[in-house]
């Protein structure tokens, strides 16, 4: 997987806040975050999604997600499986 640099933006404001890459807003489909930073390393940032259902009970395995976590996934690199 080839992978291409980002640039981030993270802002608070007081429990609420938003999440942006390469200028685009991911805040609705993003639950949590976790940064990583290390001496002479890049910074590693690790995006909790949102998911809606997940059944994995079965033969065939469901994956449901809501159309922002959609979104963000999309606006990270990731193409969609055709449906």
Known sequence: METKARSMRITTRGATGTVEVDGVDLST?????????GVGQLPKVELDLI?????????????????????????????????
């Open 51 to 83: 998911v809606l259902e997940l059944d994995l009970d079965s033969d065939d395995t469901r994956l449901i997600i809501p159309e922002a976590t959609r979104a963000a996934l999309v606006a990270l690199g990731w193409t969609a499986p055709e449906e």
């Open 29 to 37: 489909g993003v639950r949590g975050l976790t940064v990583k930073l």
